[in-house]
């Protein structure tokens, strides 16, 4: 397995980076999660730039988009997948102990992994922890990941593949590394970014595709709610078919079966929307 780390390409089992990086200290770092699909990334150009809008919430310099381009192509090519997951993570870069930065520049590593299709639905369930829309870190896709990390231990111990939070208002929000979307009425339904969701790249492709509604929803939404679906890079459009304790017989529903089928349809035809 070869990977890219800071301009070329490395053996994924001998290529390091220092144990005083920032990212791994104190989390000082963004990434991004793409689908590739026959050695092609999926939505290159809004993963990039929305890697560069986190970068730029965290202060760190804008990422070379053409660098990041390359390294995704070479790595992709050196590990031949027909369904994979590519991951870029660009962090602060080897530093002092502590909180501020060093003066050595960014980390940039993409690497890939195999990925196989996920089923059409799946389980879910809430967690009593919340998301902090007003957070510094809202919206960013950074690195720190452990809040992420213990809710979804408590969704695998309950059988499920994704848990669900709130905001610190009780609206429906988001998941540990998907967007949720619910059906009322026949219609779609998913929260804003201003909730402190993150801003998904399916998410957002998915409210252009399907014409669904961004509303603030109360987080019991999901008691009453005629379908529910997620969304996320490697998900893309997947039917829920419990959560918590609720069964919702048939999943994926009618609206979420058309709801998937335009996604394949439209992502096929444009590895690039």
């Not at 050196?78 to 060093?102: C, D, F, H, I, K």
């Not at 419990?242 to 335009?262: F, Q, S």
Request: proline share 6%; hydrophobic share 40%.
């Amino acid at each position: 397995m070869s990977i890219w780390l800071d301009g070329a390409l490395r053996d994924a089992t001998t290529a390091t980076v220092s144990v005083f990086d920032h990212g791994l200290t104190v989390g000082d770092g963004v990434f991004e999660t793409l689908k590739a699909v026959d050695g092609k990334p999926f939505a290159l150009t809004r993963h990039l730039d929305r890697l560069t809008r986190s970068a730029r919430g965290l202060g760190l310099p804008d990422p070379d988009h053409e660098e990041v381009a390359r390294a995704c192509a070479a790595v992709l090519e050196a590990n031949p997948m027909p369904l994979g997951r590519l991951r870029v993570t660009y962090t602060g870069g080897q530093a002092p102990l502590g909180s501020e930065r060093g003066e050595h520049g960014p980390t940039l590593v993409v690497a890939a992994s195999e990925a196989t299709r996920r089923p059409d639905s799946t389980a879910v369930v809430t967690v009593p922890w919340i998301r902090n829309e007003r957070g510094a870190l809202t919206g960013l896709k950074t690195t720190s990941y452990a809040e992420n990390v213990v809710a979804l231990a408590r969704a695998h111990e309950q059988g499920a593949s994704e848990a669900l939070f709130a905001n610190s208002v009780g609206q429906l929000c988001e998941g540990t590394g998907s967007n949720v979307f619910v059906v009322l009425d026949g219609e779609i339904h998913t929260p804003p970014v201003p909730s402190g969701c993150l801003a998904g790249i399916t998410r957002a492709l998915t409210v252009e595709w399907t014409g669904a509604k961004e509303t603030d929803l109360p987080l019991d939404v999901l008691e009453r709610a005629e379908e529910i679906f997620l969304t996320s890079s490697l998900r893309d459009v997947q039917g829920v078919h419990r959560v918590d304790g609720r069964e919702l017989p048939g999943a994926p529903g009618p609206v979420t079966a058309k709801a998937m089928r335009i996604f394949e349809e439209r992502s096929r035809a444009d590895l690039n929307p």
